[in-house]
């Protein structure tokens, strides 16, 4: 009971301030929420309801939060409660991911061939034709309990807002997570087929307007804008757009080989 006491004194704790003025919103074992940590979490593009319920839950996550940390200190002893291994060897992980991602950014560095396009194709076993269902979509990924998903899904339900927000997407889902949401590009049907728990039916009506899907398999939530359907690309698309998607599988793979023979070279 006293667990829970946290959350019925939420609505008294609105109106308790701090010697700065900034409002406390919620309290627990002397560790104190300000509103202006609550605010600067909301996204601008919620108003009303939707912007009170968003508060809240950061409210009440951040309330349990607390009661474990509360618990955990309690239960652990100081060398199970000792991280400083693992925070090092974390921040050593990070810092050598975003050197390799800076060093790989410029894609001229990594140019792709039409022959070595050809010969991945080949080598895989694809189909090098254009003579393929295309569809065009914007996409999110996503842990089947993330806790991105209400802030996600109100981007990409809401067509302004999906047109408007795409950067809100991007600082959301940053690298961890798979999202794609280019308007313009267009992709293989079977490709996405394959990669999400999805079959398309009155695929001709993708024309008409925007449809966006939920979808769920065993450990992930998917989260789709169809925007449109063509049975195939025209002669003017596959030219100027040939087989985008191979080209970067095979960029990828030269960022990893140029990542490794750095790495070798220092051995």
């Known amino acids: ?107 001229t560095l990594f140019p792709v061939s039409d022959e070595e396009v050809a010969e991945f194709m080949r080598t895989y076993g694809m189909n090098y034709s254009v003579e393929k269902e295309i569809v065009r979509l914007n996409y999110v990924k996503l842990a089947k309990k993330s806790k991105l998903i209400p802030k996600v899904k109100a981007i990409l339900s809401d067509d302004d807002l999906r047109q408007t927000q795409k950067d809100v997407i991007e600082k959301l889902c940053s690298d961890s997570i798979e999202y794609f949401i280019d308007d313009d590009k267009w992709l293989y049907l079977e490709d996405i087929e394959v990669e999400f728990p999805l079959q398309l039916k009155e695929k001709e009506r993708l024309q008409d307007e925007n449809r966006f899907i939920e979808v769920d398999d065993d450990e992930y939530h998917y989260m789709i804008v169809l925007l449109d359907y063509r049975k195939h690309q025209t002669a003017e698309e596959s030219g100027a757009n040939k087989y985008d998607h191979v080209r970067d599988m095979i960029r990828q793979q030269k960022r990893v080989q140029f990542i490794k023979e750095k790495i070798d070279a220092l051995r």
């Open 1 to 107: 009971m006293k667990r829970f006491a946290f959350f019925i004194l939420l609505p008294v704790l609105f109106a308790a301030c701090s010697d700065t003025g900034d409002k406390v919103v919620a309290e627990v074992y002397e560790n104190k929420l300000f509103l202006s940590e609550v605010v600067s979490q909301v996204p601008d593009y919620l108003t009303g309801k939707d912007s009170a319920d968003y508060a809240k839950k950061i409210i009440e996550d951040w309330t349990i939060d607390q009661i474990l940390l509360h618990e955990a200190n309690l239960e652990l002893s100081p060398a199970e409660r000792n991280f400083s291994k693992e925070l090092a060897e974390l921040r050593k992980d990070l810092m050598i991911q975003a050197y390799c991602r800076k060093i790989t950014a410029d894609t």
